[in-house]
Nanobody, 115 residues
Framework: QVQLVESGGGLVQAGGSLRLSCAAS????????MGWYRQAPGKQRELVAT???????AYADSVKGRFTISRDNAKNAVYLQMNSLKPEDTAVYYC?????????WGQGTQVTVSS
């Protein structure tokens, strides 16, 4: 089994910054992709950012230039630096880890951006 534990969510004013962290533990051999999804009330879960084990990254258009994903492969951790936050970034953020063929999810951390 693999467990993902997230931290770093909270309440911030528009224009502020937050840094999310997620660490994986358990029966880990190789983590392929790691990244972040988010789900706002009444909306579908959407991909925010992902980073492969080789270092390639991808971002949702809505966060490009504001969010930065990073990984520490030695620690099986992934981070999301969120700058210039907007009220529309308010959501529960979930980290995930792809250990082919399985996906594992964190419990989610709330990010609330006030206007």
């Amino acid at each position: 089994q693999v467990q993902l534990v997230e931290s770093g969510g909270g309440l911030v004013q528009a224009g502020g910054s937050l840094r999310l962290s997620c660490a994986a533990s358990g029966s880990i051999r190789t983590i392929n992709d790691m990244g972040w999804y988010r789900q706002a009330p009444g909306k579908q879960r959407e991909l925010v950012a992902t980073k492969t084990s080789g270092g390639s990254t991808a971002y949702a258009d809505s966060v490009k230039g504001r969010f930065t994903i990073s990984r520490d492969n030695a620690k099986n951790a992934v981070y999301l630096q969120m700058n210039s936050l907007k009220p529309e970034d308010t959501a529960v953020y979930y980290c995930y880890a792809a250990l082919t063929p399985y996906y594992y999810w964190g419990q989610g951390t709330q990010v609330t951006v006030s206007s």
